[in-house]
C-alpha cells in the first residue's frame, strides 16, 4: 500500500486548510480509512476516520465540529478539511489504514502559527 498526503502549510490561527491523501496499491473502497497526526515530541494521535463507502465518519474529541473528513472512491483519495484551526493542531499529518497509524505514508506538514 502507498499513502501519499498534500495540501500542508502554514496557517495563523481561526485559518483553514484542505489536506488530501491519495492512496494505491490496495483496493481502496474496500477499506475504512483514517487520518492520524503526530506533533513534535508526542505520539500519534488519531483524529479520524471514515468508513469504506463514506457513511460513516468519526472524530477525535480535539477537532469533532472543526474538522470534516471525505471521500471520492473514484479518485482513490481521501480529504480532511481542517477549519479554526489552532496552534495545538500543529503537527505531521498522515493517512492510514489502521487508527493506530502503523500503515500510515508520506505525510503532510500543518503548521499553525501567527
Known amino acids: 500500500a502507498r499513502l501519499v498526503a498534500s495540501g500542508g502549510g502554514l496557517v495563523q490561527p481561526g485559518g483553514s486548510l484542505r489536506l488530501s491523501c491519495l492512496a494505491s496499491?490496495?483496493?481502496?473502497?474496500?477499506?475504512?480509512m483514517n487520518w492520524v497526526r503526530q506533533a513534535p515530541g508526542k505520539g500519534i494521535e488519531w483524529v479520524s476516520g471514515?468508513?469504506?463507502?463514506?457513511?460513516?465518519?468519526f472524530y477525535a474529541d480535539s477537532v469533532r465540529g472543526r474538522f470534516t473528513v471525505s471521500r471520492d472512491n473514484a479518485k482513490n483519495t481521501i480529504y480532511l478539511e481542517l477549519n479554526s484551526l489552532k496552534t495545538e493542531d500543529t503537527a505531521m499529518y498522515y493517512c492510514?489504514?489502521?487508527?493506530?497509524?502503523?500503515?500510515r505514508g508520506q505525510g503532510t506538514q500543518v503548521t499553525v502559527s501567527s
Open positions: 496499491g490496495f483496493r481502496f473502497d474496500e477499506y475504512t
Open positions: 471514515i468508513t469504506n463507502g463514506g457513511l460513516g465518519t
Open positions: 492510514a489504514q489502521d487508527r493506530a497509524g502503523t500503515t
